[in-house]
Protein backbone atom coordinates (compact mmCIF):
# COMPACT_ATOMS: atom_id res chain seq x y z
CA UNK A 1 0.00 0.00 0.00
CA UNK A 2 1.19 3.71 -0.61
CA UNK A 3 0.01 6.56 1.46
CA UNK A 4 0.02 9.84 0.01
CA UNK A 5 -0.20 13.14 1.75
CA UNK A 6 -1.21 16.55 0.18
CA UNK A 7 -0.31 19.57 1.60
CA UNK A 8 -0.18 23.69 0.89
CA UNK A 9 -4.11 24.24 -0.72
CA UNK A 10 -5.86 27.60 0.98
CA UNK A 11 -7.13 30.68 -0.21
CA UNK A 12 -5.01 33.04 -1.90
CA UNK A 13 -6.09 36.48 -4.18
CA UNK A 14 -5.38 36.65 -7.93
CA UNK A 15 -2.27 36.84 -9.12
CA UNK A 16 -1.05 34.93 -6.43
CA UNK A 17 0.87 32.06 -5.83
CA UNK A 18 0.71 28.74 -3.99
CA UNK A 19 2.46 25.41 -3.77
CA UNK A 20 1.38 22.18 -3.44
CA UNK A 21 3.97 19.05 -2.07
CA UNK A 22 2.15 15.14 -1.96
CA UNK A 23 4.33 12.98 -0.04
CA UNK A 24 4.58 9.18 -0.86
CA UNK A 25 5.30 6.81 1.83
CA UNK A 26 4.98 3.24 2.54
CA UNK A 27 6.01 -0.01 0.75
CA UNK A 28 7.03 1.30 -2.63
CA UNK A 29 9.76 -0.24 -4.85
CA UNK A 30 9.72 2.51 -7.25
CA UNK A 31 7.72 5.74 -8.46
CA UNK A 32 7.10 6.68 -12.03
CA UNK A 33 5.27 9.17 -12.92
CA UNK A 34 3.44 11.87 -10.36
CA UNK A 35 1.29 14.16 -11.62
CA UNK A 36 -1.29 16.87 -10.53
CA UNK A 37 -4.73 16.81 -11.00
CA UNK A 38 -7.93 19.54 -10.34
CA UNK A 39 -11.39 18.98 -10.26
CA UNK A 40 -13.83 22.52 -10.31
CA UNK A 41 -17.10 22.32 -9.02
CA UNK A 42 -19.76 21.00 -11.54
CA UNK A 43 -16.52 19.58 -13.89
CA UNK A 44 -14.92 17.02 -14.79
CA UNK A 45 -11.40 16.10 -12.84
CA UNK A 46 -8.55 17.07 -15.72
CA UNK A 47 -5.00 16.56 -16.24
CA UNK A 48 -2.86 19.84 -14.51
CA UNK A 49 0.65 18.56 -15.09
CA UNK A 50 2.86 15.44 -15.14
CA UNK A 51 6.31 14.48 -14.46
CA UNK A 52 8.29 11.28 -15.46
CA UNK A 53 10.65 9.08 -13.23
CA UNK A 54 13.49 10.97 -15.82
CA UNK A 55 12.40 14.35 -15.09
CA UNK A 56 10.28 15.14 -18.16
CA UNK A 57 7.25 17.15 -17.78
CA UNK A 58 3.78 17.99 -19.19
CA UNK A 59 1.36 20.30 -18.83
CA UNK A 60 -1.99 22.06 -19.54
CA UNK A 61 -2.08 24.60 -22.12
CA UNK A 62 -3.87 26.86 -19.11
CA UNK A 63 -1.65 26.39 -17.01
CA UNK A 64 1.96 26.66 -18.72
CA UNK A 65 3.98 28.97 -17.68
CA UNK A 66 2.40 29.83 -14.46
CA UNK A 67 2.54 26.22 -13.17
CA UNK A 68 5.98 24.05 -12.17
CA UNK A 69 5.73 20.61 -11.17
CA UNK A 70 8.64 19.41 -10.09
CA UNK A 71 9.92 16.22 -8.20
CA UNK A 72 12.28 14.85 -5.30
CA UNK A 73 12.93 11.69 -5.73
CA UNK A 74 15.10 10.78 -2.50
CA UNK A 75 11.72 11.92 -0.44
CA UNK A 76 8.88 10.36 -2.90
CA UNK A 77 7.30 13.69 -3.28
CA UNK A 78 5.87 15.72 -6.04
CA UNK A 79 5.61 19.39 -6.22
CA UNK A 80 3.61 22.17 -7.95
CA UNK A 81 4.44 25.52 -7.81
CA UNK A 82 1.79 27.82 -8.85
CA UNK A 83 1.56 31.01 -10.08
CA UNK A 84 -0.45 33.90 -11.03
CA UNK A 85 -3.40 32.15 -10.11
CA UNK A 86 -5.96 32.93 -12.11
CA UNK A 87 -10.37 32.54 -10.24
CA UNK A 88 -10.36 29.82 -12.84
CA UNK A 89 -7.75 27.84 -11.03
CA UNK A 90 -9.98 27.28 -8.10
CA UNK A 91 -10.75 23.74 -7.53
CA UNK A 92 -9.79 20.63 -5.25
CA UNK A 93 -6.47 19.37 -6.72
CA UNK A 94 -5.55 15.47 -6.62
CA UNK A 95 -1.63 13.92 -6.80
CA UNK A 96 -1.61 11.30 -8.77
CA UNK A 97 1.39 8.71 -8.70
CA UNK A 98 2.20 5.68 -10.33
CA UNK A 99 4.35 3.36 -8.75
CA UNK A 100 5.02 -0.35 -8.23
CA UNK A 101 5.16 -2.24 -4.88
CA UNK A 102 7.58 -4.97 -6.47
CA UNK A 103 9.28 -5.33 -9.63
CA UNK A 104 7.01 -5.91 -12.79
CA UNK A 105 4.03 -4.59 -10.94
CA UNK A 106 1.80 -1.03 -11.29
CA UNK A 107 0.13 0.86 -9.55
CA UNK A 108 -2.03 4.07 -9.42
CA UNK A 109 -2.84 5.88 -6.31
CA UNK A 110 -4.71 8.95 -5.33
CA UNK A 111 -3.93 11.68 -2.97
CA UNK A 112 -6.87 12.99 -0.45
CA UNK A 113 -7.36 16.17 -2.53
CA UNK A 114 -6.86 19.77 -1.35
CA UNK A 115 -8.69 22.64 -2.06
CA UNK A 116 -7.29 25.76 -4.03
CA UNK A 117 -9.47 28.69 -3.46
CA UNK A 118 -8.22 31.76 -6.14
CA UNK A 119 -10.57 35.18 -5.25
CA UNK A 120 -11.06 38.11 -7.62
Known amino acids: QVHLVETGGGLVQAGGSLRLSCAASGSIFSINAMGWYRQAPGKQRESVAVITSGGTTNYADSVKGRFTISRDNAKNTVYLQMNSLKPEDTAVYYC??????????????WGQGTLVTVSS
Open 96 to 109: NVAWSPYESAYLEA
